[in-house]
C-alpha cells in the first residue's frame, strides 16, 4: 500500500537555512493532507495542514505547497532550528473518513548547528 | 497543552495470550482512535470509536481486536489472542468533533511486544 509515499528517509540541513520535505499520493480521492511531526519516544504531533481547495497554507514558519495535477505536497520549514530535528509523515484523508490517516513512511530531519 | 495518556509504555507479553492496552483521551474529546506503527513500517489506521461504537475500522482490525470505552475516561484496545506479527508501537488519538479540521492528538504509545 503506498498511496502516500515519502521518498527520501532522511534530510540533513543547515541551522537558519530552507528544509523542504516532499511527499507524493496516488489516491486521487485525498482531499486533505497533513503534516505531523513526531520526537522519539513521543507520539505524532499536528504541524499544519491543507485542504484540497486551496494550494498554499502558512503557519509562521511553516508552509504546506499542495499541486494536485501532480498529487504532490511539500512542507517548507524556515528558517530551520535545531528543534525542528525530528520525524516529520505527511498524512492524507478522503471525504467522511476525515480522520481515518493514511500516513507516509517518515522523513527524518536533522538540523546541524 | 491537554494530552492523551497511554499505559503502560511497554507491555511484553507471550504468543496466545490476551492484552489490554488503555489509553485516557482528552477530556472534552468525543472521537477516539488506534493507530499502530510496527518497525520500520508506516503508522496505520486500526479504528475509530464514537458514541460508544466503532464508526470505522482498517482490515487489520480483524475479530482478535476489539475497543471499548469502559467509564468515562479511559478507551482501551483489547487483542484477544495475540500473535507475533501483533509487535508494534500502539497510538491511541483523540479528537474533539471527528472533522478533519479538528487535530488528531496522539498519545505516546504503548510498545508491544509479543514473543
Known amino acids: 500500500d503506498q498511496q502516500v509515499k515519502q521518498n527520501s528517509p532522511s534530510l540533513s540541513v543547515q541551522e537558519g537555512r530552507i528544509s523542504i520535505l516532499n511527499c507524493d499520493y496516488t489516491?486521487?480521492?485525498?482531499?486533505?493532507f497533513l503534516w505531523y511531526k513526531k520526537y522519539p519516544a513521543e507520539g505524532p504531533t499536528f504541524l499544519i495542514s491543507?485542504?484540497?481547495?486551496?494550494d498554499k497554507n502558512e503557519d509562521g514558519r511553516f508552509t504546506v505547497f499542495l499541486n494536485k495535477s501532480a498529487k504532490h505536497l511539500s512542507l517548507h520549514i524556515v528558517p530551520s532550528q535545531p528543534g525542528d530535528s525530528a520525524v516529520y509523515f505527511c498524512?492524507?484523508?478522503?471525504?467522511?473518513?476525515?480522520?481515518?490517516?493514511?500516513f507516509g513512511q517518515g522523513t527524518r530531519l536533522t538540523i546541524n548547528p | 497543552e491537554p494530552e492523551v495518556t497511554q499505559t503502560p509504555s511497554h507491555q511484553v507479553t507471550q504468543m496466545g495470550q490476551e492484552v489490554i492496552l488503555r489509553c485516557v483521551p482528552i477530556?472534552?474529546?468525543?472521537?477516539f482512535y488506534w493507530y499502530r506503527q510496527i518497525l520500520g513500517q508506516k503508522v496505520e489506521f486500526l479504528v475509530s470509536?464514537?458514541?460508544?461504537?466503532?464508526?470505522?475500522k482498517s482490515e487489520i482490525f480483524d475479530d482478535q481486536f476489539s475497543v471499548e470505552r469502559p467509564d468515562g475516561s479511559n478507551f482501551t484496545l483489547k487483542i484477544r489472542s495475540t500473535k507475533l506479527e501483533d509487535s508494534a508501537m500502539y497510538f491511541c488519538?483523540?479528537?474533539?468533533?471527528?472533522?478533519?479540521?479538528?487535530?488528531?492528538?496522539f498519545g505516546s504509545g504503548t510498545q508491544l511486544s509479543v514473543l
Open positions: 470509536f464514537y458514541n460508544n461504537e466503532i464508526s470505522e
Open positions: 491543507i485542504s484540497s481547495i486551496k
Open positions: 488519538a483523540s479528537s474533539r468533533d471527528g472533522q478533519r479540521n479538528e487535530k488528531l492528538f
Open positions: 489516491n486521487s480521492m485525498f482531499d486533505y
Open positions: 477530556s472534552n474529546h468525543l472521537y
Open positions: 498524512a492524507a484523508s478522503e471525504g467522511q473518513g476525515a480522520q481515518k490517516l493514511v
